[in-house]
């Protein structure tokens, strides 16, 4: 971390910035008075060895003050990455996980109801296999764009793994959470993903639980996905 030394500007300079400050931050009280600062000794009190002493230790707040706003800063950003999932918008497991936990207990909270869709692509292999990867890749980035941009502010959205997504829908009965999942399976399969001059239609499987507010998150979810493994295979058999 630099530190720098003593500065150019006046002695008096550094001090009235610093009274400034204090009275900004101290609320709703007066700034202080030249009388009142430093242990309410003047300038003229002070020796010209101790008013560089002191300009130099003002000059080394403001520094630390200026790096540790950067620090903040650095570890906000961060944070905000080690959430993400590594290829699409949307948040990996590990935070999908938490911010579940959030969701439900806010549901508890406050006497709402809170569920989770989970959602799979159906023949997602098929696309590796045929296309190659960056196919598959633009496919799960449309998905979980589409899903973002389809649910509210407060609802959550996260990759699982694979071609799997899961959207927590707050204030959201089963029957409101079945009706929006098959909105967002509408919206997902209403134009084909497009890669170059590759092109492919995408569809999905789905599976919707109420959120129980005492219910491991990993069991909701584990839920979720039974239910929608279930329709999956119903919408294999029906051809």
């Known amino acids: ?27 709703g009280s007066a700034a202080p008075t030249d009388a009142a600062a430093f242990l309410g000794l003047s ?13 130099t230790l003002l000059a080394e707040i403001d520094d630390l003050r200026t790096e540790v706003g950067r620090l903040k800063t650095r570890l906000a950003d961060m944070e905000g990455l080690a959430d993400r999932d590594v290829l699409t918008p949307a948040l990996n497991r590990r935070a ?26 159906d023949g997602f292999k098929s696309v590796n296999d045929r296309f190659g ?13 589409r899903l973002m941009e389809h649910v509210r502010d407060s609802d959550v959205v996260g990759r699982m793994g694979g071609d799997e997504f899961a959207v927590a ?11 929006k999942a098959t909105s967002l399976a509408r919206v997902i399969e209403a134009s084909p993903v497009t890669l ?8 999905v499987s789905f599976g919707v639980r109420e959120i129980d507010p005492d219910a491991d998150p990993e069991d909701v979810l ?11 295979r119903a919408r294999a058999a029906a051809g």
């Open 196 to 203: 170059g001059e590759w092109s492919a239609p995408l569809h």
């Open 1 to 27: 971390m630099k530190i720098s030394g003593a500065r150019t500007e006046s002695f008096s300079a550094i001090r009235r910035r610093a009274l400034t400050r204090a009275g900004a931050q101290a609320a």
């Open 133 to 145: 990867h960056a196919a598959g890749d633009a496919a799960l980035q449309t998905v979980a764009h």
């Open 96 to 121: 999908f996980v938490r911010e579940l936990r959030r969701v439900a207990t806010f549901a508890q909270r406050y006497g709402s109801k809170a569920s989770l869709v989970y959602f799979d692509l």
């Open 169 to 179: 829908l707050v204030q959201a009965d089963h029957e409101t959470a079945m009706a």
């Open 222 to 232: 584990a839920q979720a996905d039974a239910a929608m493994f279930l329709n999956k």
């Open 43 to 55: 300038e003229i009190d002070f020796t010209p060895a101790v008013q560089n002493a002191v300009a």
